[in-house]
């Protein structure tokens, strides 16, 4: 009888301890959870680039983190639709210059575009070369742009295809610096005249901002009516979602899950870690 009533009671205390540790185990997924949402919604959150439009500064195969507290607070924040009213908490400007990730004004997928005209400025774009509150922004001709061809990189109509020193196959483009108001300088490639090298005059109104893509001739931007799975127009500030920050991770798309070494062949090392 007692043996019996011994086992009874370890049997009681091993499951009451197996409850407490699933418990455990449960409440540190939870906090885990709320801490990764936290993060995203507040501090950091990881975007891919899919497409060439911000070459060179941005390559297909890049993974950057964007600085979610920039610009404020807002539904666009959250990693998914909650369907919130519109509008921004602890809303701020970007600045001319800055490479922001925003919500495409119609089908709502993200988009990242270089900020180049604010409220209140009137932009043009005159035979490929921008005319800010009337003044042509500065443009210099700099070393051609060259990139190797890969699987994330092929080369655009506006390149010219080479044979590098060590054997490699690049695209090489024309690469040119801009110079905003206040001294804000980047680069930005063109292919030559193509039909968003002229823009009609307009003045961004109230709550928006003009985006372009730095591969000028390669970037359906705010020079173009917004349309879903196209072209983003003048973009409203309160679609923005966050500022680029660091590039974390980049690869030219060559390696192969079954092949871990190639996890490392594909990498582009110098890129990893570049700040913007």
Same mark, same amino acid.
């Given at each position: 009888?007692? /043996?019996?009533?011994?086992?009874?009671? %370890?049997? +009681?205390?091993?499951?009451?301890?197996?409850?407490?540790? *699933?418990?455990s185990?449960?409440?540190? %997924?939870?906090?885990?959870?709320?801490?990764?949402?936290?993060?995203?919604?507040?501090?950091?959150?990881?975007?891919?680039? #899919?497409?060439?439009?911000?070459?060179?500064?941005?390559?297909?195969?890049?993974y950057?983190l964007?600085?979610?507290?920039?610009?404020?607070?807002?539904g666009?924040?959250?990693?998914?639709?909650?369907?919130?009213?519109?509008?921004?908490?602890?809303?701020?400007e970007?600045?001319?210059?800055?490479?922001?990730?925003?919500?495409?004004?119609?089908?709502?997928?993200?988009?990242?575009?270089?900020?180049?005209a604010? #409220?209140?400025?009137?932009?043009? /774009?005159?035979?490929?070369?921008? /005319?800010?509150?009337?003044?042509?922004?500065?443009?210099?001709?700099?070393?051609?742009?060259d990139?190797?061809?890969?699987v994330?990189?092929?080369? !655009?109509?506006?390149? =010219?295809?080479?044979?590098? =020193?060590d054997?490699?196959?690049?695209?090489?483009?024309?690469?040119?610096?801009?110079?905003?108001?206040?001294? @804000?300088?980047? =680069?930005?490639?063109?292919?030559?005249?193509?039909?968003?090298?002229?823009f009609?005059?307009?003045?961004?109104? =109230?709550?928006?901002?003009?985006v372009?893509?730095?591969?000028?001739?390669?970037?359906?931007?705010? @020079?173009?009516?917004?349309?879903?799975?196209d072209?983003?127009? +003048? %973009? #409203?500030?309160?679609?923005?979602?966050?500022?680029?920050?660091? +590039?974390? *991770?980049?690869?030219?798309?060559?390696?192969? *899950?079954?092949?871990?070494?190639?996890?490392?062949?594909?990498?582009? *090392?110098? @890129?990893?870690? !570049?700040?913007?």
């Open positions: 009888m007692n /043996v019996k009533t011994q086992t009874e009671a %370890v049997d +009681i205390e091993e499951s009451e301890t197996g409850g407490e540790s *699933w418990w185990f449960a409440k540190f %997924v939870l906090k885990l959870v709320a801490f990764v949402l936290i993060f995203r919604i507040c501090v950091f959150s990881p975007y891919s680039i #899919p497409s060439e439009s911000m070459l060179p500064r941005l390559m297909n195969g890049d950057l964007a600085a979610k507290w920039s610009y404020g607070f807002s666009n924040s959250l990693p998914f639709d909650l369907g919130l009213p519109k509008g921004r908490i602890l809303a701020s970007p600045e001319r210059g800055d490479v922001v990730i925003f919500k495409h004004p119609i089908d709502n997928t993200d988009y990242i575009k270089r900020v180049i604010l #409220p209140g400025d009137t932009i043009a /774009v005159l035979g490929g070369q921008l /005319v800010l509150n009337g003044k042509f922004v500065p443009r210099e001709q700099i070393s051609d742009f990139i190797p061809v890969s994330n990189t092929q080369c !655009s109509w506006g390149a =010219e295809e080479e044979t590098a =020193e054997g490699t196959q690049i695209c090489r483009y024309r690469r040119f610096k801009e110079t905003l108001p206040g001294g @804000r300088s980047y =680069e930005v490639l063109d292919f030559g005249l193509t039909q968003g090298d002229d009609k005059a307009a003045t961004i109104p =109230e709550g928006h901002m003009f372009m893509g730095d591969n000028r001739d390669n970037s359906r931007d705010s @020079r173009f009516e917004a349309a879903a799975g072209a983003v127009g +003048i %973009v #409203p500030q309160e679609n923005l979602v966050g500022q680029a920050s660091v +590039i974390m *991770w980049s690869t030219d798309g060559s390696a192969e *899950w079954v092949k871990p070494w190639t996890w490392f062949s594909s990498a582009r *090392w110098n @890129r990893i870690g !570049s700040v913007f």
